[in-house]
């Protein structure tokens, strides 16, 4: 359902009035809109794609985007955050190509017995201090309604959508992750997105708490 | 595959949200959007639900090179509108010149009448050309009264627009926030104009909003006619 603007936050009107002038060619609300929002923008790609360079250039693909299209931001199909978070997800999977490594992926992925190298990344990602996908998904104070409704998954539907969406992995590589059949960790992405979609509706799901 | 099933929208809707569509599959959603409603608004409801899911996301500072590129590519200069912002890069400029030349010989003939009055000021608004839920494009004419008070305006050709939706005339100053005009119902209006609210204004923009205006007193749907002028 679209909140009306009318419900929004203050700063959800603020980057909208933002995103409007930029629309009319005001380059100095948009390098505001810029200094406001880059940051999340920035950390959203950073999950998907971890090379800070590639991240950067993505970035500025983002923002040159966002300043060509903000004359058609429609307030009454999105709020602006969740416009411009799109298109900072959108152009970070794009960035990502099949066989290009990423960290996570290149020390639990399908090369059997790992190298000395796969070794030493394991215990890099370990010891890695930002938060996993499921840290994140016990932080998300800001989405109550969601994090109410991700309660409702089960652990590994759950552990399978959080890592497909922050870190923008695809079916395959969240069974390579997870270690499970190609088939399994499909059924259980798309119950966890039919388990959302209805307990977000405030529907009562009788057997959410199904296989898996 | 039949895109118009809402099953089957919906699916791939959630798969491209959620990040897990990918390679040939992802890239032809893509380029399936402008032409499908229905996916673009099972896309929009998906990122509506899950957008949310990034709010924890500690913030990442990007380094200052980034704004300095993003900065150069935009059309360089630091002033707001220095170098005409978007209205200098879209084509409407060109399509603009054609009409501008109709306006003047408007004006050419007003002038050769004698009057006490001031003639009217006439600022032709073309579409830009991003509202694809609009109509076929249409051109709006304002005339300003040589005194000031007021301001009409009327469609070159009828304009229709979708139901539950307005358009909303603004004036837009260099520096500052747009002003609201009024609503435009079918493109036609008269404004009563108050003192001083064209002061400081060189564009005149509708937008398309929600039925009744807009809720918070400044655009906030997408422009879909403008034209400059100078008092």
Redesign the interface.
Known sequence: ??K???DWTERS?DL??LL??A?????????TL?ERT???L???V???NRDRAQ??DI??EV??NV??A??????????P???L??IA??RA??SLR?GQTQPKLQTLGSAAGGADAEDEDVYDTVADA??GPLD??S?????RA?GECMDKLTALQRQS?AL????????AE?ADQLRQPLGTVKSW??RA?AT??SC?QGAVVRDGAGAG | MDYGRPELADRLAAEYVAGTLRGPARRRFESLLPAHPLLREATLAWQRRLMPLTAPIAPQQPSGEVWRRISERIGGGSEAKADGGAWTRLSFWRGLTAFASVAAIGLAVLLANPSAVPPPIVVVLAPTGTAPGTAPPASLVASISGDGSTLVTRPIVPVSIQPGRALELWAVPTAGAPRSLGLLPGGSGTVALRAKVLAGADTLAVTLEPAGGSPTGQPTGPIVYAGKFSL
């Open positions: 359902m679209v009306p603007a009318a009107l909208s009035r409007a002038r629309g009319l060619g005001d380059r100095a609300a948009f390098a810029y880059s940051p999340h920035f950390a959203v950073l999950r998907i991240a950067e970035l500025q923002y040159v300043w060509r903000a004359q058609s931001f429609d307030a009454a199909q999105s709020q955050l969740t416009w978070t799109s997800r959108n999977i794009d099949r930002a938060p994140l998904l932080r998300a104070t800001d989405a969601l959508v497909a969406f922050y870190q923008g992995l695809s079916h969240v992405v798309r997105l959302l979609k977000l």
